[in-house]
């Protein structure tokens, strides 16, 4: 990047235009997001604003508000769900008189809620200067999301909640400010205050400044985590993957210090590790700051069109070119970091599946992304919003990120707030921008990341970093990995020295890899409603799909509606679904919906984990439910667990995210499928055959013999142990047409 906005920032401070000396014109509050690293489709602007007059200021509730949640052990299976919970509020305040002051407290149910509540107090008029693409249109807001937000995102209460009145959300109103486009290098001044742009423009035209380069002082560092207690970490995840509660958690841990002025430390970062969502944000009152060299976006929309592009397989740069090629080539080739990427495309795409069309979302392309130290495996997701759904939505839908959370989501959530034991504040949440009338926004998350509190004895730091953990994972690499993950940061702070650790850089770079797409059957019009929408419209039911908590489970659903077929999503876990399992509550549902089909799905946890799906298992063999029935994977587990058979965990481990070979007998769904075949397995379990019982084996993994298929000889019912949503398995949509095929009378 030619143009310098950190330098552009430290002219118009200069110059009285932003910073504490200009309170003339607003606040000395600081937002600005930048666009480095190498040049490619990712942020394509780069943005200094104006100083801001509002902003809105989310905080912890107290305890007497929200309790924290009744000790319990997710990683044990022990998960606890709710389904109320406190308000969120957010206290907007106008900048006045040189300080400030309250205005109105917005109340909200939930983020998205939040986000719409906001309209009510931003400007609709567009800026007079015309936009560059994927710039906003009129006055936005921009600020920063801690991940302890996920408290209304996701149904759970924190073990370990932030504390009473900590700084959980904060965004101001931009009206104006400085924009460099990337493509042209060009700068251009927006916004609705003439007077300040006027004094912009002449301050830009002003000789640029000729800056130190920042060196940091040596400080020393603390952390929440050592090594052995991270180590110990991951190997509890392990053992919760082997259970079959989690499939991936990502854990990790912060280091804590001492700091100069954390903009001198983004200077320094936006030089030493230039990355496409570099963001730094300043509350000069509260004494808070965030500076960020993020690599990954969290979403990316329009009005129309939403992209994800997560991250997930990591190695080192590389001491020369040709040492990077081979380190990006033995990433790319690894079983593992494959195997983790899938897990997490899968999860995204599900995600995005929530708010877009049907059979709209895909993969539009994979690369390696290189920066100064590091090199990254990245999907790019895309999709096409539903008529009701946008960019505010979306962030309810996928906040916090899957590549720094894990999967299941829900349960990998309550199991990071158990083992770390630590809120992680915005380490891991996301930053960025949101025009809250047509929800087009774009979000990074927050890793990569200092947060910068000041105190009587100055500015304190602290630096989160981590991996997702699998099973195939090393505990000591693991604990190395985050360390390196964290150098550059470490090494603008000061904590750590230039060439400690030895960490290589090399040039910035994106690589293209060959994918294949999976093409999306035509929809034909079929919709996916929850239980309630169903209830309250009187509409159709359709299939009826049975969600177990996974992170999978709109992939599911968007296949079937793919395929032409109404779906009705039935959440299978809380209270609501456990008071369902009674038969008498069961039937008057099943009278109410007549659904045409009935889908378990997946989820975390042992089929008894799930009574709901267990019941419809036992109504199923016992033939008292008059349709087609198929389990996936949980749901396959429950039907066998129901016929007698046991479920006991997979004699060769846990595999999830791999593709594997399976022959069958070309029966029930498998009929006309190519044998034998590839699909994926998300499974820590596995179904043992027994001597006596009704369902029969058809389907079973090449390598292993172990069973991944059963159907009934005489009801419509089937299971499958691997995933057929998956982008790795090819042939799967044909599986689930096939199911989609049977009639009630099997």
Not at 3 to 23: K, P, W
Not at 90 to 105: D, N, P
């Amino acid at each position: 990047m030619s143009v310098n906005l950190t330098e552009i920032s430290t002219r118009l401070s200069h110059q009285d235009l932003i910073g504490n000396t200009a309170f003339r014109h607003g606040s000395p509050d600081r937002i600005m997001l930048i666009s480095g690293g190498p040049e490619s489709h990712l942020a394509k602007w780069s943005m200094l604003a104006a100083p801001s007059k509002m902003r809105a200021v989310v905080r912890q509730p107290s305890r007497e508000a929200m309790p924290a949640a009744s000790p319990h052990s997710p990683i044990s299976g022990d998960l606890a769900l709710i389904e109320n919970k406190c308000d969120l509020r957010a206290e907007v305040e106008e900048w006045k008189h040189g300080s400030w002051y309250h205005s109105v407290t917005l109340i909200a149910s939930d983020v998205e809620d939040l986000l719409d509540k906001l309209q009510t107090i931003t400007p609709v008029e567009e800026f007079s200067l015309p936009a560059c693409e994927g710039m906003p249109k009129r006055p936005f807001w921009s600020g920063a999301m801690a991940y302890d937000m996920m408290q209304w995102t996701q149904p759970l209460l924190l073990q370990h909640p932030p504390k009473d009145g900590a700084l959980l959300s904060i965004m101001w109103l931009v009206e104006g400010g400085v924009l460099h486009e990337r493509s042209s290098d060009e700068l251009r001044i927006f916004g609705v205050d003439s007077s300040w742009s006027n004094l912009a423009k002449d301050a830009l035209l002003a000789p640029a400044m000729d800056l130190r380069p920042y060196d940091p002082p040596r400080m020393d560092e603390s952390t929440t985590h050592s090594d052995e207690a991270h180590i110990a970490n991951i190997e509890r995840v392990k053992e919760g993957i082997v259970a079959g509660q989690v499939y991936q958690v990502n854990v990790g841990k912060h280091w804590k210090g001492p700091i100069g002025h954390p903009f001198e430390v983004f200077k320094h970062l936006t030089q030493i590790n230039p990355s496409p969502y570099a963001v730094y944000l300043e509350a000069t009152d509260l004494g808070f700051a965030i500076a960020s060299s993020s690599p990954e976006s969290l979403l990316d929309c329009d009005e129309n069109t939403i992209r994800s592009s997560p991250i997930k397989g990591t190695c080192l740069q590389g001491t020369s070119p040709e040492e990077a090629a081979d380190l990006r080539n033995a990433m790319i080739n690894d079983e593992k970091e494959r195997a983790e990427h899938r897990m997490l495309a899968d999860l995204m795409r599900n995600d995005l599946s929530a708010v877009c069309k049907v059979g709209s979302v895909g993969i539009s392309r994979f690369d390696v992304e290189v920066y100064s130290n590091v090199q990254h495996l990245v999907s790019h997701i895309t999709g096409q919003f539903r008529p009701e759904q946008n960019g505010k939505t979306a962030f309810q839908s996928m906040f916090p990120g899957g590549s720094i959370t894990g999967c299941p989501r829900t349960m990998v959530c309550a199991v990071i707030d158990e083992l770390e034991q630590y809120p992680r504040s915005f380490w891991t949440g996301s930053a960025g921008w949101v025009d809250v009338h047509s929800g087009a926004s774009s979000w990074n998350i927050l890793i990569r990341t200092l947060e910068a509190h000041k105190t009587s004895a100055g500015w304190r730091g602290s630096i989160g970093a981590g991996g997702g953990i699998t099973i195939a994972s090393n505990a000591k690499k693991e604990v190395s990995e985050a360390a390196w993950k964290g150098a550059a940061l470490r090494i603008a702070t000061g904590w750590m020295e230039d060439n400690e650790g030895n960490v290589p850089r090399g040039e910035l770079e994106i690589h293209p890899i060959a994918h294949r797409e999976q093409m999306p059957v035509s929809s034909r019009g079929a919709t996916i409603q929850t239980l309630q929408q169903c209830i309250e419209t009187g509409s159709a039911c359709g299939v009826l799909f049975v969600d177990n908590l996974d992170s999978f489970s709109l992939n599911v659903a968007d296949v079937i509606a793919q395929c032409g077929h109404d779906v009705t999503v039935l959440s299978g876990r809380g209270k609501k679904a456990d008071l369902l399992a009674d038969p008498s509550a069961l039937f008057d549902l099943m009278d109410r919906l007549q659904p045409t089909h009935i889908v378990l799905g997946p989820g975390p946890g042992t089929p008894e984990d799930v009574p709901l799906t267990m019941a419809f298992a036992h109504h199923a063999l016992a033939g008292q439910l008059a349709v087609p029935v198929l389990g996936v994977c949980l749901g396959h587990q429950a039907l066998a667990l129901a016929d007698g058979m046991e479920v006991i965990p997979s004699p060769h481990g846990p595999v999830h995210g791999v593709p594997v070979r399976i022959e069958h007998e070309n029966t029930g769904v498998f009929r006309g499928s190519q044998s034998p075949g590839t699909y994926t397995r998300y499974n820590s379990l596995i179904v043992n055959e027994l001597s006596d019982h009704a369902l029969v084996v058809n389907a079973r993994e090449v390598d292993s013999s172990l069973v991944m298929g059963l159907e009934h000889p005489s009801y419509p019912i089937h299971g499958t142990q691997f995933h057929p949503e998956s982008i790795g398995s090819p042939e799967g949509s044909a599986l689930i047409q096939e199911f989609l095929r049977i009639s009630s009378d099997g």
